[in-house]
């Protein structure tokens, strides 16, 4: 079978370049990969080059759209195992980050938060596809809410 093409990166205008990097380095774990200055910075995990990309250019100072008005709802972020999703909550946690909320959907499980500059994040675990939740062979996802203290008794 032939690979599919996958989504790469996310590239967000943010109002504060040093406020962003630090909280995408200290509350989400990522490494500073390369920065420009004072305009932009590319951050990722594992040594990609980058799997977020921050920049001032058009919104130094600036203020995160009004309610009602389009634009991006969360980016995601894949974790590749259940415990390191449970990690990703307690550093969250030891950084004083409050989550907005946190979800049960069946084929995966999802904690829910914004940056400093209101960009919805969503950090999640998917399940093996063959625990996803089918009905009648269709695809069945739910959103209920996650227990997070037994996500939490993964991280130990």
């Known amino acids: 079978m032939e690979a599919s ?29 390369q920065r420009y200055g004072n305009s932009a910075a590319f951050l990722s995990y594992g040594g990609y080059h980058h799997h977020i990309g921050l920049n001032v250019w058009e919104s130094a100072g600036g203020s995160p759209p009004p ?43 999802a904690i829910y938060l914004h940056d400093p500059d209101d960009n919805g994040i969503e950090l999640y675990y998917d399940r093996p596809e063959a625990e996803w939740p089918r009905h009648d062979g269709e695809l069945a996802m739910y959103s209920r809410p996650l227990d997070l203290e037994d996500l939490l008794e993964q991280a130990n």
């Not at 996958?6 to 967000?12: P, R």
């Not at 991006?72 to 909320?101: C, N, S, V, W």
Request: aromatic share 6%.
């Open 5 to 33: 093409p996958s989504i790469g990166h996310v590239h967000l205008k943010v109002s504060d370049l040093d406020r962003a990097v630090r909280f995408y380095q200290d509350a989400l774990g990522m490494e500073l990969q």
């Open 67 to 109: 309610e009602g008005s389009t634009g991006l709802f969360h980016l995601a972020i894949l974790y590749p195992t259940r415990k390191q999703l449970a990690e990703a909550l307690m550093r969250l946690a030891e950084h004083g980050i409050q989550i907005d909320g946190a979800s049960d959907h069946g084929v995966s499980e």
